[in-house]
Each structure stands twice: as structure tokens, then as C-alpha cells.
């Protein structure tokens, strides 16, 4: 596609429930990055991958957070017995290179768990 | 820790100024420096990156690094109301993987007509 793609736009969960955060890179895309921003604050690195593989998981904050991308392209973002505490948006960003020359960011998942 | 710090403002410039928008960063090894502009409500842009001490013009904007400061800034000149907006500095994480950007908590710009 022409850009970074993610759904849902909004997310309103329950504490306690589990939800899924998806991303469509830019076609051809190999790196794919997920970062979380609070209110205020910066994007905050979660978890990298090139192709298919997680090469960088370093950022995520907890157990509850798991990522995948099993064909390299379209990568999920599950957040398992969601917390206050994860209420922020959910960037994905996508390179063809890295961060070479920096990356770009899908318009992000507002996720609110109350 | 590894940190980048700017100043969170609001810096407020009159329309046709020059903005001025600072970072340092405490990663002495970070080789790459970015700078992204975020409209209220919206994800990051790219403006400009830089890794090579001294300045990087592109139109309107100037980047400036200093690594034995570590010491990066970005100058917008003539500045126009379609500016305002926070501006978030980012840098690369060395040792890192390619992916580890760290990013500053980002200085809110106005700029008044």
C-alpha cells in the first residue's frame, strides 16, 4: 500500500481483556517497528523485525506484550489481560533499510483499557 | 539510562522568525540523529536526519550536530503558522539494533500570525 496501515484506529478494553493491534507496512517493507506512546511522552521503543524474524524484543514491557509478523509483512501486536498502565498509542513504522535514514510511521491504534 | 532530553516548551515564535528547537542526548556512541514533527492527534513525520557533525540544510530547515557536546538542533526559518506542532528529537541507540530509535519527549512550537 501506499503507506503504513493499522487497525483499529480506537480500541476500548476492559482490564483484564486481551486485545490485538495490527500493522500493514508499506509494500516491500523488510523492517518493521513497534513503539508505544504514552500521553505526552515520546514513542517508546517495543520490538523490531526483519522479515519474519523479532530481532529486537528488548522493549517490551512485560510478559503480556507479544509480537509477530509470520510472513514478513503483516505484523501483530497482542497485549494479553490488559492494564490502565497500557493505555497509549500503538505506533508501527516500517524501513526498507533500517533506520538508516529514519522510518515511517503508520497513524497509530489509541488503545484506552478502563 | 540512555536519555534524550529537550525541552518540553511551548516555544512560541511570531510568523517569519527563526525557530530554534534543542537536544542532547547522553548515548556518547549514537551515530545517527532524527529529527520528526507531530501534529496534535497525528503519528510522527520525518523532517530531516543527520549524521555527520555540523549543519544539513533542507529548504527551510537546518540541522545542526555537535557530537562532542552532544548537542543536536533543527532551525526553521520564516517560520509559518503550519509549523506549530511538537518537534521530537530521536536518536539511534548504539550497540543497539537498527531499530532502537530513542526519542525525546518532544518541544511543542507555536508559531503566532
Known amino acids: 500500500g501506499a503507506g503504513v496501515s493499522q487497525s483499529p484506529r480506537y480500541k476500548v478494553a476492559k482490564r483484564g481483556q486481551d486485545v490485538a493491534l495490527r500493522c500493514d507496512p508499506i509494500?516491500?517493507?523488510?523492517?518493521l517497528f513497534w513503539y508505544q506512546q504514552a500521553l505526552g511522552q515520546g514513542p517508546e521503543f517495543l520490538t523490531y523485525?526483519?522479515?519474519?524474524?523479532?530481532?529486537?524484543k528488548s522493549g517490551l514491557p512485560s510478559d503480556r506484550f507479544f509480537a509477530e509478523r509470520p510472513e514478513g509483512s503483516v505484523s501483530t501486536l497482542k497485549i494479553q489481560r490488559t492494564q490502565q498502565e497500557d493505555s497509549a498509542v500503538y505506533l508501527c513504522?516500517?524501513?526498507?533499510?533500517?533506520?538508516?535514514?529514519?522510518?515511517?510511521f503508520g497513524s497509530g491504534t489509541r488503545l484506552t483499557v478502563v | 539510562q540512555k536519555e534524550v532530553e529537550q525541552n518540553s516548551g511551548p516555544l512560541s515564535v511570531p510568523e517569519g522568525a527563526i525557530a530554534s528547537l534543542n537536544c542532547t542526548y547522553s548515548?556518547?556512541?549514537?551515530?545517527?540523529f532524527f529529527w520528526y514533527r507531530q501534529y496534535s492527534g497525528k503519528s510522527p513525520e520525518l523532517i530531516m536526519f543527520i549524521y555527520s557533525n555540523g549543519d544539513k540544510e533542507d529548504g527551510r530547515f537546518t540541522a545542526q550536530l555537535n557530537k562532542a557536546s552532544q548537542y543536536v538542533s533543527l532551525l526553521i526559518r520564516d517560520s509559518q503558522p503550519s509549523d506549530s506542532a511538537t518537534y521530537l528529537c530521536a536518536v539511534n541507540e548504539a550497540g543497539g539494533s537498527q531499530g532502537n530509535l530513542i526519542f525525546g519527549k518532544g518541544t511543542k512550537l507555536s508559531v503566532k500570525p
Open positions: 509494500s516491500g517493507h523488510v523492517s
Open positions: 523485525f526483519q522479515n519474519e524474524a523479532q530481532l529486537d
Open positions: 548515548d556518547r556512541g549514537s551515530q545517527s
Open positions: 513504522a516500517s524501513s526498507l533499510t533500517g533506520t538508516a535514514n529514519g522510518y515511517t
